[in-house]
């Protein structure tokens, strides 16, 4: 069985508006566990003025969710990031610390306005990428600018950026015209990443499982393989891996 990977996820306890305790943390990460995910990307928000949680405190959440997920999970491999609102302070806002990149390297998870001007996305990756980081573009299928232009998303991986989409929105949880659209996304080969975006156990829930049938069914095994396992392990995990050479 594939083991897949959630990039992109609100897992991590009382941090944010993701689970307020451990034990539905715990109980969101058997989910994915069951779901056939191995490897998952907890990304607490971060955005001035809304969600700025210290550093220490997120570290300190991390570390105990960790230690219960080794006991409970063993085979589940949890990696710490941040899903960091872009502003004009974003290259500063990582450089200093508050908010990290994904596990340490130099990958980093940008969540753009869904009114965001297109202009502004390519501005603001540009300006990310000449400080030596690279942008995953998150749920990028919630920008108003890339579904009125789709080949807004072929430009930003050009300039060296990564694409990722919610499980939600390919699965059709958002309505009809996003799931087609990120289907359309599919068929021209311009998603790198799948993420669950999961907040809680109601409204937004664990889905990679759903996800990775969808995919399977219509682009076939491989390209769900390569868009869940073979690409986060090949990009991120080899950046990982760059950090003890």
Same mark, same amino acid.
């Given at each position: 069985?594939?083991?897949?990977?959630?990039?992109?996820?609100?897992?991590?306890?009382?941090?944010?508006?993701? @689970?307020?305790?451990?034990?539905? &943390?715990?109980?969101?990460?058997?989910?994915?566990? !069951?779901?056939?995910?191995?490897?998952?990307?907890?990304?607490?928000?971060?955005?001035?003025?809304?969600?700025?949680?210290?550093?220490?405190? *997120?570290?300190?959440?991390?570390?105990?969710?960790?230690?219960?997920?080794?006991?409970?999970?063993?085979?589940?491999?949890?990696?710490? $990031?941040?899903? *960091?609102?872009? %502003?004009?302070?974003?290259?500063?806002?990582?450089? =200093?610390?508050?908010? &990290?990149?994904? =596990?340490?390297?130099?990958?980093?998870?940008?969540?753009? %306005?869904?009114?965001?001007?297109? #202009?502004?996305?390519?501005?603001?990756?540009?300006?990310?990428?000449?400080?030596?980081?690279?942008?995953?573009?998150?749920?990028?299928? +919630?920008?108003?600018?890339?579904?009125? !232009?789709?080949?807004?998303?072929?430009?930003?991986?050009?300039?060296?950026?990564?694409?990722?989409? =919610?499980? $939600? %929105? *390919?699965?059709?949880? /958002?309505?009809?015209?996003?799931? +087609?659209?990120?289907?359309?996304?599919?068929?021209?080969?311009?998603? /790198?990443?799948?993420? %669950? /975006? &999961?907040? /809680?156990?109601? =409204?937004? #829930?664990?889905?990679?499982? #759903?996800?990775?049938?969808?995919?399977? #069914?219509?682009?076939?095994?491989?390209? +769900?393989?390569? *868009?869940?396992?073979?690409? @986060?392990?090949?990009?991120?995990? +080899?950046?990982?891996?760059?950090?003890?050479?």
């Amino acid at each position: 069985m594939p083991e897949y990977f959630d990039m992109h996820c609100h897992l991590l306890y009382g941090v944010d508006d993701g @689970p307020k305790e451990m034990e539905e &943390a715990l109980q969101m990460l058997r989910q994915e566990y !069951d779901d056939g995910v191995r490897t998952v990307y907890l990304t607490p928000h971060y955005r001035k003025k809304m969600f700025e949680c210290p550093a220490d405190t *997120i570290a300190r959440h991390f570390e105990a969710l960790q230690a219960q997920v080794k006991q409970a999970l063993p085979e589940l491999k949890l990696r710490l $990031g941040c899903e *960091i609102h872009v %502003s004009m302070d974003v290259v500063e806002d990582i450089k =200093s610390g508050r908010c &990290a990149t994904m =596990s340490g390297t130099e990958l980093v998870l940008l969540e753009f %306005s869904e009114t965001a001007e297109k #202009k502004y996305i390519l501005e603001r990756c540009h300006a990310v990428i000449n400080k030596g980081y690279v942008p995953i573009v998150a749920h990028a299928e +919630r920008c108003v600018a890339v579904r009125k !232009d789709i080949e807004l998303l072929q430009r930003l991986q050009n300039m060296g950026a990564y694409i990722q989409m =919610s499980a $939600g %929105s *390919i699965i059709g949880e /958002d309505g009809f015209l996003l799931k +087609r659209f990120c289907r359309k996304v599919m068929q021209m080969d311009l998603l /790198d990443f799948v993420g %669950s /975006d &999961a907040h /809680d156990m109601k =409204s937004r #829930k664990v889905n990679i499982g #759903k996800c990775a049938d969808y995919i399977e #069914k219509t682009m076939g095994a491989d390209y +769900r393989d390569q *868009i869940m396992c073979v690409n @986060p392990m090949e990009i991120v995990e +080899r950046s990982i891996g760059k950090r003890y050479e």
